[in-house]
């Protein structure tokens, strides 16, 4: 399994970001995916999960109605549109699959929302 993220960067309070996720290594179209953030000295929290065929998405109280993540499985992808970020959204971005009840992680894209 490998996950490799991508689309971070520095941006304003207010601006948008896309965060991608290129997944291989396993049938992607089979699987939950996830993004979840750590900032420094906090813990990783789930941000958004979506499933196996995009159809069901669930986020966290903090970014709802600011982000949205989506999927295209022909391209083993998943992403994180981002908009509206605030200076509280820096943080590292983490890729996520749940597979037979381990944890894999990319090795995440930092984003950072300051003026």
């Known amino acids: 399994v490998q996950l490799v993220e991508s689309g971070g960067g520095l941006v304003q309070p207010g601006g948008s970001l896309r965060l991608s996720c290129a997944a291989s290594?396993?049938?992607?179209?089979?699987?939950?995916m996830s993004w979840y953030r750590q900032a420094p000295g906090k813990e990783r929290e789930l941000v958004a999960i979506?499933?196996?065929?995009?159809?069901?998405?669930n986020y966290a109280d903090s970014v709802k109605g600011r982000f949205t993540i989506s999927r295209d499985n022909a391209k083993n992808t998943v992403y994180l549109l981002m908009n509206s970020l605030k200076p509280e959204d820096t943080a590292m971005y983490y890729c996520?699959?749940?597979?037979?009840?381990?944890?894999?992680w990319g090795q995440g894209t930092q984003v950072t929302v300051s003026s």
């Open positions: 979506i499933n196996s065929v995009g159809g069901s998405r």
């Open positions: 290594g396993f049938t992607f179209s089979s699987y939950a």
């Open positions: 996520n699959i749940r597979r037979y009840g381990y944890d894999y």
